[in-house]
Antibody, heavy 119, light 107 residues
Framework: EVQLVESGGGLVKPGGSLRLSCAVS????????INWVRQAPGKGLEWVSS?????????WYADSVKGRFTISRDIAENSMYLQMNSLRAEDTAIYYC???????????WGQGALVTVSS | DIQMTQSPSTLSASVGDRVTITCRAS???????LAWYQQKPGKAPKLLIY???VLETGVPSRFSGSGSGTQFTLTISSLQPDDFATYYC????????FGQGTKVESK
């Protein structure tokens, strides 16, 4: 069974850092792109970042997070990560991880992790 | 960047109604890389349709997608109680962009 499980959310002060994790199981991690999508409270879905499947590992970021967020994956740990630095109030959202085939869309998603940026 | 615009933002309907949601892209999605998602409160998005018209495995056949270029449509042929939710279109031709969502509520 395919599963993605996020962890690492929480409350952080503006300017602070947080690392989200997404543990995956039930599929060959190497063959899929990994993606992060967020949803601010009461708002729509916003794509954040993607990493292509191995061995290319191309990386893309939304302009709103470029230079502050870093996406990565650890094949041995079957996990993907989103390192978030210099956090702002507008980064407050539920963050979802998802997988997709190359040139595909997200067919499996995690349950989401809430990140709250507030003093 | 490809921008996606959905209409309407909110739709009031009754069980059994035929429901149509429209999604317009700011530039042509030549690959038909267009998906539709359903999201319920507190839950992750669920993929319904990809490649503009291909039903994801397990999705009821009352859902259908159509369109090409810059205009796409999601249709629910006979609305069921479980279908009250928010629906998003998404292009994946050039990274990912989502529409702003359409909330289907009970009339």
């Amino acid at each position: 069974e395919v599963q993605l499980v996020e962890s690492g959310g929480g409350l952080v002060k503006p300017g602070g850092s947080l690392r989200l994790s997404c543990a995956v199981s039930g599929f060959s991690f190497n063959n899929y792109n990994i993606n992060w999508v967020r949803q601010a409270p009461g708002k729509g879905l916003e794509w954040v970042s993607s990493m292509s499947s191995s061995p290319n590992n191309y990386i893309w970021y939304a302009d709103s997070v470029k230079g502050r967020f870093t996406i990565s994956r650890d094949i041995a740990e079957n996990s993907m990560y989103l390192q978030m630095n210099s956090l702002r109030a507008e980064d407050t959202a539920i963050y979802y991880c998802s997988r997709s085939l190359p040139q595909g869309t997200g067919d499996y998603w995690g349950q989401g992790a809430l990140v709250t940026v507030s003093s | 960047d490809i921008q996606m615009t959905q209409s309407p933002s909110t739709l009031s309907a009754s069980v059994g109604d035929r429901v149509t949601i429209t999604c317009r892209a700011s530039q042509s999605i030549v690959t038909s890389h267009l998906a539709w998602y359903q999201q319920k409160p507190g839950k992750a998005p669920k993929l319904l349709i990809y490649q503009a018209s291909v039903l994801e495995t397990g999705v009821p056949s009352r859902f259908s997608g159509s369109g090409s270029g810059t205009q796409f449509t999601l249709t629910i042929s006979s609305l069921q109680p479980d279908d009250f939710a928010t629906y998003y279109c998404q292009q994946y031709q050039s990274l990912w962009t989502f529409g702003q969502g359409t909330k289907v509520e009970s009339k």
